[in-house]
């Protein structure tokens, strides 16, 4: 089992910056991948950024160079830095632990970008 916390989520205005983080808990030695999703209003879930436990990032091409992935091994948490945020990154962002048999989710943390 795997526990997921999110936090970090608010308003801020278009061209700001926040930062997620998500705080793994449970059998987190099994995890391979963490990734942050993202599901606005009336849409489908979908992939942000995903990050290797050694440490290779990915990114969606509509917040490559704006957002950044990373993680802290030492204090099991994953980081989202978003910069040069837009109206269109308004969503409920969700963290994801992918395991061998299973992936888990967490509650998701809401961002929204006034413009």
């Known amino acids: 089992q795997v526990q997921l916390v ?5 308003l ?3 061209g700001g910056s926040l930062r997620l983080s998500c705080a793994a808990s449970g ?10 999703y993202r599901q606005a209003p009336e849409k489908q879930r979908e ?3 995903t990050i290797t436990r050694g440490g ?7 917040v490559k160079g704006r957002f950044t992935i990373s993680r802290d091994n ?6 989202l830095q978003m910069n040069s945020l837009k109206p269109e990154d308004t969503a409920d962002y969700y963290c994801n632990a992918q ?3 299973r992936t888990y989710w967490g509650r998701g943390t809401q961002v929204t970008v006034s413009s």
């Open 6 to 10: 999110e936090s970090g989520g608010g």
């Open 12 to 14: 801020v205005q278009a």
């Open 27 to 36: 059998s987190i030695f099994s995890i391979n991948v963490m990734a942050w």
């Open 47 to 49: 992939l942000v950024a």
């Open 56 to 62: 290779i990032a990915n990114y969606a091409d509509s």
């Open 74 to 79: 030492a204090k099991n948490t994953v980081y």
């Open 99 to 101: 395991l061998p048999t």
